[in-house]
């Protein structure tokens, strides 16, 4: 039959399967959808008259920039007229944010600390910077508190932006203001802010050295509490040190970075981070003791002479003559062996004693007794071509 599942058996057939009615449990129980933003709604809030008090912005959940417009007037009116062109933006924005907290709130598994960041990442934007930078907003230091710079916007909110003249340095250097914290989010995304050091930059120096450089703020700033206490009581030394300073200043920050990795470094060896070379071994919280390795010289006796294999031993130890201490660390050379019977005398053993053929007739005979009559083992007396001893030849010549 045409169309039939005879003809191809590996076609599986299945049928819809109809979603579950909405008086279910199932249905009942399952997460109702985000409630996302509106553009149309936005550009309603924003466009109105109440958006010069931040109003769109609390309606898309940004209640640190609606706070900022309602306590400046829309950032002085700029910050107003320019959510006008880019409000899509910032409904995109908070889209994102609604629908990431409803995943953590309904899926199993929550979102990571590094999916937090790579969100706060990708919302950052360079334009609320700029808004937040411009007056009054930019004098009491808004943008620094939306950077994560809480100490910068402390400082701003109590000078005015440095009596001004900060703020107007921080238009000019917003967007390396803000790629620094980008690079710096990066880095805690990727796990590598662990003994990231803070290093001082030169633009922030110069902002705190004009104009309160007198009072020897820079010097706190780079770590120099010392020069910082003497420039504040002695308005930076009568005026001649922060003069000075503002040509040296570059010196200064290359300095307190060297201190900074230095310190950094420390620290990663006194936690056990160093990689090869030399151990340390810590007696205390405030002592480091550093052992070294042993030196060429050391390590060439220990190995033996050029070309000796390594597993290579001196024959003698310390304190023999021609010989060096053992290496600190390493076992001491083997003992040398007992001596022998024979051995410590200058000429060496005596050879084993052995009897001679000729012994026996040499010596004497008090007695007139030959050797072998007496009974004494010794060697066997010549005898001539008869077979017959001495003796007899002897008798048969004199008679």
């Avoid at 009054?136 to 994560?148: D, E, I, K, S």
């Avoid at 060297?258 to 919280?285: D, F, P, Y």
Wanted: glycine share 10%; hydrophobic share 35%.
């Amino acid at each position: 039959m045409k169309g039939s599942t005879e003809d191809c058996p590996d076609v599986v057939i299945t049928t819809p399967v109809d979603p579950p009615p909405a008086t279910s449990p199932q249905a009942r129980n399952a997460p109702k959808p985000p409630k996302l933003k509106s553009v149309g709604d936005a550009y309603v809030l924003g466009i109105s008259p109440l958006g010069i008090l931040g109003i769109h912005h609390f309606y898309l959940g940004s209640v640190g920039l609606g706070l900022a417009y309602f306590f400046t007037l829309g950032c002085g009116g700029i910050g107003w007229i320019t959510d006008w062109f880019r409000m899509p933006m910032l409904v995109k924005d908070a889209n994102r944010k609604i629908e990431r907290k409803w995943k953590m709130d309904n899926e199993e598994t929550a979102f990571k600390d590094a999916d937090a960041v790579r969100y706060e990442l990708d919302t950052k934007r360079l334009s609320d910077c700029y808004v937040l930078g411009f007056p009054p907003a930019g004098l009491l230091g808004f943008h620094h508190f939306y950077l994560r710079r809480p100490g910068w916007g402390i400082l701003y909110f109590l000078t005015l932006g440095l009596f001004g003249c900060g703020m107007i340095m921080d238009l000019f250097r917003m967007s390396v203001l803000h790629k620094r914290y980008k690079t710096k989010l990066k880095l805690k995304a990727e796990g590598k802010d662990d003994g990231y050091p803070e290093e001082r930059h030169l633009d922030d120096a110069y902002a705190l050295g004009f104009p309160l450089g007198l009072l020897g703020f820079h010097h706190f700033y780079l770590k120099r509490p010392c020069w910082g206490m003497l420039y504040l009581f002695t308005f930076g030394m009568l005026g001649i040190g922060f003069l000075i300073d503002l040509c040296r200043m570059k010196s200064l920050v290359d300095d307190a970075n060297r201190r900074i990795r230095a310190k950094a470094e420390q620290q990663k060896l006194v936690h056990g981070q160093n990689g090869q070379g030399s151990a340390i071994n810590t007696t205390s919280q405030d002592t480091t003791t550093y052992t070294t390795p042993p030196s060429n010289q050391q390590a060439n006796h220990a190995n033996g002479p050029p070309g000796a294999p390594e597993s290579y031993q001196a024959p003698y130890s310390y304190p023999y003559p021609n010989s060096m201490p053992p290496v600190p660390g390493q076992q001491p050379y083997p003992a040398p062996p007992p001596p022998q019977a024979g051995e410590g005398h200058p000429m060496g053993a005596p050879p084993p004693y052995t009897a001679y053929p000729d012994m026996a007739s040499a010596m004497p005979d008090p007695d007139g007794i030959p050797v072998e009559k007496a009974g004494m083992s010794g060697p066997e007396v010549a005898t001539d071509a008869n077979d017959r001893p001495p003796s007899q030849v002897v008798e048969e010549k004199k008679d």
